[in-house]
């Protein structure tokens, strides 16, 4: 079965600095996996997606994230945050946690915190 | 393009009491989505449709009831609320199935009381 972990539920950066957002996932075949942002009070938004190819995937807003077979990971990165990055960030991977291909298994968030 | 929209936004609801929770995309996508959002969960499948007529169950269908009559619509019903439904509904669309990009609405907070 499918399952995502974010290992930071917290995680606070200084304005300017770079980021880095980590995400394990569990799943048997090639995993097609996403990272979604979501502000205050809004939905989500896909910042990159991963399906098969180049091992590092660019998104908006400055994101890029890479896969790493070996790890079993997909961690996100942005070289330089803004205060409008503070948001919560989901990792997800296709497929759902009891079986069947359709609908995300999404991790639990990582709330990003900018400070000034 | 509006993409996805829900109503209401804010509902609160006795213990008992039914509601449906409305879902409509413009974007003439065939998969849609309902997923709840528990603070510090992140989000679960509750059912989805590949298609005006076909539904089938997520990771949490207990409690909810769907039907999907057109292409455009999706609705929620919660026939018997119960506290445990508190929850942020949030619907999403896609074209695809497997590795399609999904549209996510604004959310309907709905809290039981």
Redesign the interface.
Known sequence: AQSVTQPDIHITVSEGASLELRCNYSYGATPYLFWYVQSPGQGLQLLLKYFSGDTLVQGIKGFEAEFKRSQSSFNLRKPSVHWSDAAEYFCAVAGRSGGGADGLTFGKGTHLIIQP | NAG?TQTPKFRILKIGQSMTLQCTQDMNHN?M?WYRQDP??????IY?S?GAGIT?K??VPNGYNVSRSTTEDFPLRLELAAPSQTSVY?C?SSYG???E???????TRLLVL
Do not use: H, N, W
Request: glycine share 26%; no cysteine.
């Open positions: 996805v998969y989505y510090g969960m992140g989000l679960k499948l989805y590949v089938d997520g990771e949030f999403a199935g497997r590795g990009t999904q549209y996510f609405g604004p959310g």
